[in-house]
């Protein structure tokens, strides 16, 4: 699309509402798979990685196609990932502080 | 070019200055930074979860299948928002109230599910000042579940909006900025699921 401005817009075009209930359908899997993990004792030793990835992965999903950043400008992404990376660099700076 | 379309080509290049919507663009970074305060206060419960001296303490407390279906509602009503979104912007104004309605009214039973929580918990001796886990625990889910109520405000204003011609296909942005704000405080209970009530300490 583009704009008087002479720019290009680089947003594509949203999924439809099969896409949305595919990965609503994907969400409900992680979720039960994460609570499963939960009340499985065999999977303590594993349980804090498994529950990490199984997070990261649903707010992935969320991120990239509800919020439609894999289909919006890389600027959104940018933006969003600062935002994130400076809020991981505090939980980290907080962990340096409080275990050691 | 005619004055009027020299103008209307002025104000839309005034708006897309940037190739994109500066709307979108503003709520993008609002969401940034609403990153780092939810990464303090997340972190914070993180650190004092296990430094309390008196109880009650998570394990004595939590009730891990009723959260569970707190996290489902909430999840369902990112599916229902995004799927409002889809039809406002096919022009199916009904529907879109239809699907905006059923989100506001998800999020409402996910406060109402944190209302209980929140009256078991204080049943059980745990509040605000009790220990460290209290005070860290209901400050994080306290100031999610406000973002989830302004979330429900703004969601009822847009229903109530439509009705009066105000939210319409050509304008679907207004509903696609709150939908990116519902599916932040979406995202943010993903995590506060697993940090706060998943992960062993």
Known sequence: MSHPGGETSVEH???GAITYVKVAAILAILTITE???YYIPALMTIITPVLIVLSIAKFLLVVAFYMHLKFDSRLFTGIFAWGMF?????????IALYAY | MSHANAAAAHADAHRTSTGLSHNKLLMWTFLASDCMFFGSLIMTYMVYRGRSVTGPYPDEIFNIPFTSVSAAVLLLS???MVLALAALQRGKVKVFRVWILATALLGTLFLGGQYYEFTEFSQHGLGLGTNLFGSSFFVLTGIHGTHVGLGI????TLFAL????????????????????WHFVDIVWIVIFTFVYLLPY
């Open chain 1, 13 to 15: 075009a949203h999924p």
């Open chain 1, 35 to 37: 609570v499963s993990v």
């Open chain 1, 86 to 94: 400076v809020a991981i660099a505090i939980v980290l700076a907080m």
């Open chain 2, 78 to 80: 990112s599916l229902t």
């Open chain 2, 153 to 156: 405000i703004w969601l009822l």
């Open chain 2, 162 to 181: 439509s009705f009066r011609g105000l939210v319409r296909q050509d304008n679907a942005e207004k509903v696609e900025i709150a939908g990116l704000y």
